[in-house]
T-cell receptor, first 111, second 110 residues
Framework: ETGVTQSPTHLIKTRGQQVTLRCSSQ?????VSWYQQALGQGPQFIFQ???????GRGNFPPRFSGLQFPNYSSELNVNALELDDSALYLCASSLTGNGYTFGSGTRLTVV | EDQVTQSPEALRLQEGESSSLNCSYTVSGLRGLFWYRQDPGKGPEFLFTLYSAGEEKEKERLKATLTKKESFLHITAPKPEDSATYLC???????????FGTGTSLTVIP
């Protein structure tokens, strides 16, 4: 049984650019959620997908968007990057919504 | 406003010295309360899910309890390997939103 895999592990982008982060869910998990974690803070919920449909969204602007594919892998896209978008981005997957397995995250730095 | 507050922010314990971490929450309809452990540079590791007041769950030296307004994570006779940040999160019935606290950083000294 594989866990949740995120890529890339580290990324540096310039302000105004666009970025795509990827997540492979744990085998069989049909629910995926994305989080932004600033240094020293708890994760902030961005959104959740269940069977390719968004079914929950936190307080993030529309330039944060996502996709879930038929194999339940997922992408997080961020347009028009800002300096404050620098953070650890975490993906978590679940089968029943009762316990989420997190990946190790992608560290995004915007300069 | 839905929110989660954890206390204390940091806790230093001697090995074997039991203690409790607190998670107070306000949410319009609780779907579940989650406890996670996070080591530096890694993603959170799932520990427990609690659904209703009065529920308790245990795993090795950890025990989580839930009331209508707060949850406690009790650590019995901790070991240095229990050192980590412990995160609490609640999931609301409305919109499936998750709210995390800022965590308690636990250090267990040999």
């Amino acid at each position: 049984e594989t866990g949740v895999t995120q890529s890339p592990t580290h990324l540096i982008k310039t302000r105004g650019q666009q970025v795509t982060l990827r997540c492979s869910s744990q085998s069989g998990h049909n629910t995926v959620s994305w989080y932004q974690q600033a240094l020293g803070q708890g994760p902030q919920f961005i959104f959740q997908y269940y069977r390719e449909e968004e079914n929950g969204r936190g307080n993030f602007p529309p330039r944060f968007s996502g996709l879930q594919f038929p194999n339940y892998s997922s992408e997080l896209n961020v347009n028009a990057l800002e300096l404050d978008d620098s953070a650890l981005y975490l993906c978590a997957s679940s089968l029943t919504g009762n316990g989420y397995t997190f990946g190790s995250g992608t560290r995004l730095t915007v300069v | 406003e839905d929110q989660v507050t954890q206390s204390p922010e940091a806790l230093r314990l001697q090995e074997g010295e039991s203690s409790s971490l607190n998670c107070s929450y306000t949410v319009s309809g609780l779907r579940g309360l989650f406890w996670y452990r996070q080591d530096p540079g890694k993603g959170p590791e799932f520990l427990f899910t609690l659904y209703s007041a009065g529920e308790e769950k245990e795993k090795e030296r950890l025990k989580a309890t839930l009331t209508k307004k707060e949850s406690f994570l009790h650590i019995t006779a901790p070991k240095p390997e229990d050192s980590a940040t412990y995160l609490c999160a609640v999931q609301a019935n409305t919109g499936n939103q998750f709210y995390f606290g800022t965590g308690t950083s636990l250090t267990v000294i040999p």
